[in-house]
């Protein structure tokens, strides 16, 4: 595959994910609004089960998929080829098969025995037939990408994320108004269902055009015959380590799930009160910290390419630059996404979420400083698989994630902490995480930091800009009242540490580069002399 089909490839489906996190990300927040956080709490409980199945069926497997077929294509064994994608359809059937099975004949112990919120059910059940369609639809995706033509997968990427969004807040309304809110919360659910079956219609809508040319290519290298069990071992064998990965934060929440509605619960919560806090944590504050996360992921996939093309020619020098520029970079956006969310965190839950209690904001402000720690990680976790070393952030993740359950049953038994005290668990999580994988490059890149540029000038800017932030909300509310406040202090709070970092040389010119259009926003700095 020539390089630039090869970048092509990576900005289409960049550009996707983009596009999906982004949908995604701003789903939660009209739907916290619909269901309020009990509902949320009941939509979780169903997702945290649901995102740990999928690892299995729509992570690991669709990259073991194009990687086997890509293989036996270069080869000129296209046959071969086209046969693991036949057999990976029906492997990816059975365990699309199996999973709503799983949802569907063992929701009721799910949520009665398991996490303890009853009301959950039909949140759960709503769910069940979801794995069906989206394994499936990975077994395509897998196929697609295995030819190198990345289009399909985005496409339907974006479709089914369109329709998980559209669904999903659709029935969401139509049910609690009908109902109550835990039909609602099923009605949310139920749009993974059908996110998965408009996915699939346009995948297979896709594969049956391009059909013909897919199969028109004759065999020009040897073709081996394999059985389906050789094949499904093969895949097995690249998937199941690529799908523990991908299982780690999915397990994470899954067993966060179980931790916190129990010991709520154990310090005299009812299970609908603990159901409704857990929603204010997991469903409406975690939405909010996940945010950023469409540019620190963006950052991560950008520095991949970028440090494995360095280590490959052994040019260690720019592996160091590019570390550096990439872990700047992330506490530059995590530090004001934090600093912004604790500052204005109960005004910004009033504007969003009127209707729920003043204490949804305590939950914003003890979780807003996960994400000071989470952007850098990711950053880093992309310039250790740049260097071939994806298991090392996915084993550092799992440390951090002992630490979590320890700190989250700790302090949520604690009454004035309550469901506060999952959010430090998730904090320290991600604050060992990124100290285990901060000392595990500076082992494989001998890399070293500059404390002044690193941290003391994003400090002073972040500081100045958290101190403008929290005057003009002081200064404007008692006239404006709070959403027009909150909205104009973020604006005002943005511009202000844009020119701090400028002013300050805390951003380069270098810098630039790691940006998705950083030449173009470079030009307009310039052009406005914002730096020196």
Same mark, same amino acid.
């Given at each position: 595959?020539?390089?630039?089909?090869?970048?092509?490839?990576?900005?289409?489906?960049?550009?996707?994910?983009?596009?999906?996190?982004?949908?995604?990300?701003?789903?939660?927040?009209?739907?916290?609004?619909?269901?309020?956080?009990?509902?949320?709490?009941?939509?979780?409980?169903?997702?945290?089960?649901?995102?740990?199945?999928?690892?299995?069926?729509?992570?690991?497997?669709?990259?073991?998929?194009?990687?086997?077929?890509?293989?036996?294509?270069?080869?000129?064994?296209?046959?071969?080829?086209?046969?693991?994608?036949?057999?990976?359809?029906?492997?990816?059937?059975?365990?699309?098969?199996?999973?709503?099975?799983?949802?569907?004949?063992?929701?009721?112990?799910?949520?009665?025995?398991?996490?303890?919120?009853?009301?959950?059910?039909?949140?759960?059940?709503?769910?069940?037939?979801?794995?069906?369609?989206?394994?499936?639809?990975?077994?395509?995706?897998?196929?697609?990408?295995?030819?190198?033509?990345?289009?399909?997968?985005?496409?339907?990427?974006?479709?089914?994320?369109?329709?998980?969004?559209?669904?999903?807040?659709?029935?969401?309304?139509?049910?609690?108004?009908?109902?109550?809110?835990?039909?609602?919360?099923?009605?949310?659910?139920?749009?993974?269902?059908?996110?998965?079956?408009?996915?699939?219609?346009?995948?297979?809508?896709?594969?049956?055009?391009?059909?013909?040319?897919?199969?028109?290519?004759?065999?020009?290298?040897?073709?081996?015959?394999?059985?389906?069990?050789?094949?499904?071992?093969?895949?097995l064998r690249i998937a199941i380590p690529i799908a523990i990965g991908a299982a780690v934060m999915p397990l994470i929440n899954m067993l966060d799930t179980f931790v916190v509605l129990r010991r709520l619960q154990s310090i005299g919560y009812t299970a609908q009160e603990a159901t409704s806090l857990f929603g204010q944590l997991q469903g409406?504050?975690?939405?909010?910290?996940?945010?950023?996360?469409?540019?620190?992921?963006?950052?991560?996939?950008?520095?991949?390419?970028?440090?494995?093309?360095?280590?490959?020619?052994?040019?260690?020098?720019?592996?160091?630059?590019?570390?550096?520029?990439?872990?700047?970079?992330?506490?530059l956006i995590g530090l004001p996404a934090s600093v912004g969310l604790a500052v204005l965190s109960t005004p910004i839950m009033t504007m969003l979420y009127p209707r729920e209690p003043?204490?949804?904001?305590?939950? &914003?402000? $003890? %979780? +807003?400083?996960?994400?000071?720690?989470?952007?850098?990680?990711? *950053?880093?976790?992309?310039? #250790?698989?740049? /260097?071939?070393?994806?298991?090392?952030?996915?084993?550092?993740?799992?440390?951090?994630?002992?630490?979590?359950?320890?700190?989250?049953?700790?302090?949520?038994?604690?009454?004035?902490?309550?469901?506060?005290?999952?959010?430090?668990?998730?904090?320290?999580?991600?604050?060992?995480?990124?100290? &285990?994988? $901060? %000392? +595990?490059?500076?082992?494989?890149?001998?890399?070293?930091?500059? *404390?002044?540029?690193?941290? #003391?000038?994003? /400090?002073?800017?972040?500081?100045?800009?958290?101190?403008?932030?929290?005057?003009?909300?002081?200064?404007?509310?008692?006239?404006?009242?709070?959403?027009?406040?909150?909205?104009?202090?973020?604006?005002?709070?943005?511009?202000?540490?844009?020119?701090?970092?400028?002013?300050?040389?805390?951003?380069?010119?270098?810098?630039?580069?790691?940006?998705?259009?950083?030449?173009?926003?470079?030009?307009?700095?310039?052009? #406005?002399?914002?730096?020196?």
């Amino acid at each position: 595959m020539k390089k630039d089909n090869f970048l092509k490839g990576a900005v289409i489906l960049g550009a996707a994910g983009m596009i999906v996190k982004f949908m995604g990300a701003f789903f939660r927040i009209p739907l916290g609004t619909i269901i309020g956080s009990e509902g949320m709490g009941y939509f979780q409980v169903g997702y945290t089960i649901y995102n740990f199945l999928l690892a299995f069926s729509a992570a690991g497997l669709p990259t073991a998929i194009a990687k086997v077929v890509s293989e036996k294509r270069a080869k000129g064994d296209y046959k071969g080829a086209h046969k693991t994608f036949k057999i990976s359809f029906y492997l990816l059937l059975g365990m699309g098969t199996v999973g709503s099975l799983v949802f569907a004949l063992f929701a009721s112990y799910l949520v009665n025995d398991v996490f303890q919120s009853p009301n959950a059910y039909y949140a759960v059940l709503a769910l069940a037939p979801a794995p069906f369609f989206v394994a499936i639809l990975a077994s395509f995706r897998g196929y697609f990408q295995g030819t190198k033509d990345m289009k399909p997968t985005a496409i339907s990427q974006v479709v089914e994320q369109a329709a998980r969004v559209l669904f999903g807040l659709t029935l969401a309304i139509v049910l609690v108004r009908k109902f109550d809110i835990r039909f609602g919360a099923a009605g949310a659910s139920f749009g993974a269902t059908m996110g998965g079956i408009f996915g699939l219609s346009t995948m297979l809508f896709i594969y049956l055009k391009k059909q013909k040319k897919l199969l028109s290519f004759e065999n020009t290298g040897e073709h081996i015959e394999e059985t389906p069990k050789q094949i499904i071992r093969n895949l097995l064998r690249i998937a199941i380590p690529i799908a523990i990965g991908a299982a780690v934060m999915p397990l994470i929440n899954m067993l966060d799930t179980f931790v916190v509605l129990r010991r709520l619960q154990s310090i005299g919560y009812t299970a609908q009160e603990a159901t409704s806090l857990f929603g204010q944590l997991q469903g409406m504050a975690t939405a909010l910290v996940n945010l950023p996360q469409v540019l620190t992921i963006a950052l991560a996939m950008s520095i991949v390419p970028v440090i494995s093309d360095s280590a490959a020619r052994d040019d260690w020098g720019a592996v160091r630059d590019d570390t550096k520029s990439a872990l700047r970079l992330a506490l530059l956006i995590g530090l004001p996404a934090s600093v912004g969310l604790a500052v204005l965190s109960t005004p910004i839950m009033t504007m969003l979420y009127p209707r729920e209690p003043a204490t949804l904001g305590g939950v &914003l402000l $003890f %979780l +807003a400083f996960a994400v000071t720690f989470l952007a850098p990680l990711q *950053a880093l976790t992309g310039v #250790l698989q740049g /260097l071939g070393k994806p298991d090392i952030p996915v084993r550092n993740l799992m440390i951090g994630a002992g630490f979590k359950l320890v700190v989250t049953y700790i302090l949520t038994g604690i009454p004035v902490l309550n469901v506060r005290g999952a959010a430090l668990g998730t904090v320290i999580a991600y604050a060992v995480a990124f100290t &285990l994988n $901060f %000392l +595990a490059v500076k082992k494989e890149t001998r890399v070293t930091f500059e *404390a002044k540029q690193l941290i #003391l000038k994003p /400090l002073l800017s972040v500081s100045t800009m958290g101190l403008v932030v929290f005057i003009i909300y002081r200064q404007l509310f008692p006239f404006l009242g709070n959403s027009i406040s909150t909205i104009i202090a973020i604006g005002l709070g943005v511009v202000v540490y844009g020119v701090m970092l400028l002013r300050t040389e805390t951003i380069v010119r270098e810098d630039f580069e790691l940006l998705p259009g950083g030449s173009k926003l470079l030009k307009i700095v310039e052009k #406005l002399r914002l730096m020196k």
